[in-house]
T-cell receptor, first 115, second 114 residues
């Protein structure tokens, strides 16, 4: 079975500082990894994905993530946080072995950016 | 182009009733997935349809069912509602058949069972 762990329920960072939201995963087969963001009373918005290729993936709104196969991690990063980045962030995984559309989500990390 | 549209946005139902939720995917997307989001269980996969066929199903009881029409629109049905079915139900559509493209989510239908 595939699984995703987001070890931090909440991350607090000051505006202008770099941010990291952690994600580790477990799958059989090749992982397909995604980050989504959710604002209050809204659906999920896609940020970025890793399927294959370059381990550093760049996405929307200045976010990036690094795929680390040996550590089975896919941490989300941004060099300079904005107050408007405050939201709930989800890491998700599917794999080449299991149902490709069956995304397994982490529990979510609430990012709070203070002015 | 229009995003994923879910209707209705809010529903209040009584225990024992049944409910049908609707999802219109992005034009041209043939894969539609459904997820349940609750504070306790987080986001959980319900099922996925492609070209009117259910390809994947999550670990939910048979009270949860769905279907997809020839125009890719999808519905999910929950029968004999329980209090624990109160949740935000999210629909997502995707362009490809191989799981390589990102899923686009609707705003969800918030179901409250009383």
């Amino acid at each position: 079975a595939q699984s995703v762990a987001q070890p931090e329920d909440q991350v607090n960072v000051a505006e202008g500082n770099p941010l990291t939201v952690k994600c580790t995963y477990s799958v059989s087969g090749n992982p397909y990894l995604f980050w989504y963001v959710q604002y209050p009373n809204r659906g999920l918005q896609f940020l970025l994905k890793y399927i294959t290729g370059d381990n550093l993936v760049k996405g929307s709104y200045g976010f990036e993530a690094e795929f680390n196969k040996s550590q089975t991690s896919f941490h989300l990063k941004k060099p300079s946080a904005l107050v408007s980045d405050s939201a709930l962030y989800f890491c998700a995984v599917s794999s080449s072995d299991t149902g490709r559309r069956a995304l397994t989500f982490g529990s979510g990390t609430r990012l709070q950016v203070q002015p | 182009k229009a995003g994923v549209t879910q209707t209705p946005r809010y529903l209040i139902k009584t225990r024992g009733q049944q409910v049908t939720l609707s999802c219109s995917p992005i034009s041209g997307h043939r894969s539609v997935s459904w997820y349940q989001q609750t504070p306790g269980q987080g986001l959980q996969f319900l099922f996925e349809y492609f070209s009117e066929t259910q390809r994947n199903k999550g670990n939910f009881p048979g009270r949860f069912s769905g279907r997809q029409f020839s125009n890719s629109r999808s519905e999910m049905n929950v029968s004999t509602l329980e209090l624990g079915d109160s949740a935000l139900y999210l629909c997502a559509s995707s362009a490809d058949n191989w799981g390589l493209a990102e899923a686009f989510f609707g705003q969800g239908t918030r179901l409250t069972v009383v």
